[in-house]
């Protein structure tokens, strides 16, 4: 075994193996790179669904959803998870990476993966859609390329725990792990349980193009399917609310309210929060209403809970931790004081609201049987996935980039007058994209068809004039965030490949007087909750919660009277 | 482990249960997987498999 090399990072004082580092700076620079190519195609897919613009040919769109789904839904968000993962561990915890070998050969399989199934789409043969649902057929690699992603990313996960072994023999922390690794290690979790499912399913549809097999049952695939197609973005909820937290602690040294309330809202996400996958069989015929209630609604409130809980310790220790620090007037001067230029936090707290807003109250909506059945399959579903999956946690992982840039790269942050503006930017763009886009699914524009004017359709239909104005809005949104996106990739590639190094201590943003690790690498609540302004803040959330619930209800009466 | 080493002046710290559970990581891991493949994955397939197949 070669001998572990370390560094201490000046800013944070945490020692750091270089083995991971490395490992990291490959799997967010992967990650980055796949943000790009799928932004790019997810712009090109909005202007075509703009109808003044409708700039794509029907097979190009169809080629160009599939390959955003597959480039940002997977592919940046599971390499960037990857890189959390090991940074949650290996660094969080001052202990060396396990296993540093088997890590750069599932880095391996997750590039070659990822380019195979790219290759298959650009082919033009395998325009099935992320969802690849049966009887539709990719070509032959398309499946294989998922399926060494997956392995790779399965494989990386036992790294992580592995590490948390290691760690805890060699004795490199106290106690219980920190509650960022804690929340890492959920994310860790729910991934065993997605790739699994997902090499479960796709290794028969893959001997299935290959002519092994006969047939796969569709509503079967589609059952499996989505224990990894939507579980997919559980880790991703993980993820981000670990990243919430860390950010809070490296910014203000904040530390959460209370370890046993957050701790206990993660091991609600590891037990039920998968569950969610069934919201998108809730129209299948084949599933008793027992297995969807149960599934969308009972067991995943308490997932939902959990998210509630970090929704209110997250500011809460952000506005305890300013409070300690002399911001006491009123309610909100902690949150007016806040560091608002610096785009780890701003990126952080505009995840926060915006994932809250959009994507959680979007997502119990949609976890309703009854009020489903309104925006099941229609624009809706993308607008609320939207709201968690770009305004929640791309945003989360673009706000991580700002403090791994001169942590982990070493480097200082090119542009900041830019970095300054590109959450702004990028946020407003996304929030557009994902109320436009529920917007339109309310009025009933169908989730993925390339023409909302039906040209050459043997019936007419047409959609209300409000489907038109909103799907112009989103073009013009998607145009916002596509920009928003294009600064961040300028400034982590400037900042990686030509930045100027960083060799001493930086100041991150709020100094607490006390070192950054103790904050993000150690046990240990606030101790308050003297928290009026959240509080506030969080009855604003249930006001708007509860409004919009039921009043998709009432819309639910007027579409089914009954007399 | 259940006890965290004390000072030598001091009585043993128990571990609460529920932090013991949290402190387990491949309980977790364990629960993590059984749940959903139990109430999603299992309890779905067998109610797909009932289905009558078409004449």
Wanted: glycine share 8%; charged share 10%; aromatic share 14%.
């Amino acid at each position: 075994m070669s001998k572990t090399v370390y560094r201490t990072c000046p800013t944070t004082g945490l020692r750091i193996d270089l083995s991971a580092q490395a490992l990291i700076k490959a799997n967010a620079v992967a990650a980055v790179v796949f943000l790009a190519i799928g932004g790019l195609f997810g712009l090109s897919v909005a202007l075509t669904r703009w109808p003044a613009v409708h700039l794509l040919p029907a097979d190009w769109f169809y080629l160009a959803l599939t390959a955003h789904g597959l480039d940002v839904l997977l592919l940046w968000i599971i390499f960037f998870e990857i890189a959390v993962l090991y940074f949650a561990s290996a660094i969080l915890l001052n202990s060396r990476i396990a296993a540093p070998r088997w890590a750069w050969a599932a880095f391996a399989l997750m590039l070659g993966g990822g380019l195979v199934t790219n290759v298959a789409v650009l082919q033009g043969q395998s325009s099935v859609m992320f969802t690849s649902y049966p009887p539709l057929m990719a070509a032959q690699h398309f499946y294989l390329g998922l399926i060494l992603f997956a392995v790779g990313a399965l494989i990386g996960c036992f790294v992580f725990f592995g590490t948390l072994v290691i760690a805890r023999d060699e004795k490199t922390y106290q106690g219980s792990i920190p509650l960022v690794t804690f929340g890492a290690l959920t994310a860790a979790i729910i991934a065993v349980f997605t790739l699994a499912s997902g090499a479960i399913i796709l290794i028969p549809t893959w001997l299935w193009s290959i002519g092994l097999v006969s047939n796969i049952d569709p509503l079967m695939y589609k059952l499996v399917w989505w224990a990894m197609g939507h579980s997919s973005q559980q880790i991703n909820v993980s993820a981000h609310v670990a990243i919430w937290y860390a950010i809070a602690a490296m910014l203000f040294g904040a530390k959460p309210l209370s370890e046993k309330i957050s701790r206990t809202a993660f091991l609600l996400y590891i037990l039920f929060l998968q569950l969610a996958s069934a919201h998108h069989l809730l129209v299948e015929p084949g599933l008793s209403s027992e297995w969807k209630v149960f599934n969308t609604s009972y067991a995943m409130y308490l997932a939902v809970l959990g998210s509630m809980i970090h929704g209110l310790s997250v500011p809460g220790a952000m506005e305890a931790a300013q409070r300690a620090r002399g911001f006491n007037n009123g309610v909100f001067q902690w949150l007016r004081k806040a560091p608002w230029g610096n785009p780890a936090f701003s990126g952080m707290f505009l995840s926060l609201v915006m994932f809250g807003f959009l994507g959680g109250i979007s997502g119990v909506v949609m976890g309703t049987e009854q009020i489903n059945i309104m925006m099941h399959n229609t624009l809706y579903v993308p607008g609320h996935f939207h709201g968690t999956v770009v305004a929640g946690t791309t945003l989360a992982f673009m706000a991580m980039s700002y403090l791994l840039i001169p942590l982990v790269f070493q480097r200082e942050v090119a542009f900041p007058s830019l970095a300054k503006w590109q959450p702004y930017l990028f946020g407003l763009g996304v929030a557009g994209l994902s109320l436009f886009m529920m917007g339109a699914g309310t009025l009933g524009v169908a989730r993925r068809h390339w023409d909302i004017t039906f040209t050459s359709a043997p019936f007419d239909f047409n959609y209300p004039p409000t489907a038109y104005l909103l799907m112009g809005l989103n073009g013009m949104a998607a145009i916002a965030a596509a920009l928003g996106g294009l600064m961040f990739i300028v400034i982590v590639v400037k900042s990686v490949f030509f930045g100027k190094p960083v060799r001493d201590r930086i100041t991150l943003a709020a100094p607490s007087g006390q070192p950054i690790s103790a904050a993000v690498a150690s046990y240990g609540s606030a101790g308050t909750l003297r928290i009026p302004g959240t509080l506030v803040l969080v009855g604003v959330f249930f006001t708007a919660f509860v409004l919009y619930y039921f009043v998709n209800w009432k819309y639910l009466s007027e579409v089914w009277p009954m007399r | 482990m259940s006890e965290i080493e004390p000072a030598p002046d001091q009585e043993p710290l128990r571990i609460p249960f529920m932090q013991r559970v949290l402190d387990n990581h491949f309980l977790l891991l364990f629960l993590g997987v059984v749940v959903p493949t139990v109430l999603y994955i299992i309890w779905g397939i067998l109610e797909l498999v009932q289905i009558p197949v078409a004449p």
